[in-house]
């Protein structure tokens, strides 16, 4: 599987801003997608994450740094995760990557672990400017 992160970029305080991440290859493989997010000098940090659930509907967890302002949702047709940011703020300035995994959780709280995800994209700038 190869996931294609785009949409980072330069965007002022309060203003919203949306990535992408394409996934192709042995898609049906994976379960979840999500979004990590890196700072300067430090580790990647959970952001969102999407897990199919079939007929039920997908399921999604947040960050609570995140929640109520960024919506993950997928593209099921089109193989593509997004992750519509609002409100930005100066502190959401960081680089953004998508990742994959096969497993599934029951408990969404698993997923914010980056040691269970089994595929990667490239990152992605986001810079807020205050």
Do not use: H
């Not at 952001?47 to 947040?62: E, F, L, M």
């Not at 409100?87 to 969404?108: F, Q």
């Amino acid at each position: 599987v190869q996931l294609q992160a785009s949409g980072g970029g330069l965007v002022q305080a309060g203003g919203s801003l949306r990535l992408s991440c394409a996934a192709s290859g042995r898609t049906l493989s994976m379960n979840g997608m999500a979004w990590f997010r890196q700072f300067p000098g430090k580790e990647r940090d959970f952001v969102a994450v999407v897990r199919w659930s079939g007929r039920i509907g997908d399921n999604t967890y947040y960050a609570d740094s995140v929640k109520g302002r960024f919506t993950i949702s997928r593209d099921n047709a089109k193989n593509t995760v997004y992750l519509q940011m609002a409100s930005l703020k100066p502190d959401d300035t960081a680089v953004y990557y998508c990742a994959g995994t096969r497993a599934y959780y029951t408990n969404m709280y698993y997923y914010i672990s980056g040691a269970r995800y089994d595929y990667w994209g490239q990152g992605t700038q986001v810079t807020v400017s205050s």
